[in-house]
């Protein structure tokens, strides 16, 4: 993809603050970018490049109270209002610690939909479950992965533009959603072919 020249690129030292958020990727940072270099920036190297390309659970909240359409009215409103907090907080963390934590509370929420699910109380397909358990199990995996700064900490420099944890992170999430994109499908065909129990 990267076919432009792009500007002179920046050490980790002179980037923008808001891009030193790992110390161990040493250089190839964009400098300040308007709309239009940003756009640019698809078409050259740099160290975020395949960040860009290789970048979700309100079926599973819906799916699992299918049968009880208040009950799952105010959880979907809930998981909007927890979701729309984890982005801000991770828009205002100040460490990638914090910004993975911000995302706690919304993925103990959902997970207790997982359990509602095992027990038998809530509803969807029997199989969606194990892609949806697989799909947050990728996504935690990433974020540790990214906040660990593994495999740049133990090479700084090497993993500037290509391989590290960053770009792994995005690639676990990019796998982790066709988790979530089987599961939907499992649970899909499960609801054309069920009824709810009448009252």
Known sequence: MAFLNGPRLLDWANSPPHLQFNKYVLTGYRPISSVQDCIRSLFYLHNELGNIYTHGALPIVYTTLLCYPFIRTVALLVYILLSSHAIYCA????????????FAWQALFRFSFFLLRWVGLGGGSPTSLRHFLMMDALAVLGGVINITRIPERFWPGLFDYWCNSHQIMHVLVVISILYLHWGVLDDLLWITSYDCPSD
Request: charged share 35%; no cysteine; proline share 0%.
């Open 91 to 102: 828009v205002t963390a100040r460490s990638s610690v914090r910004r993975l934590r911000s």
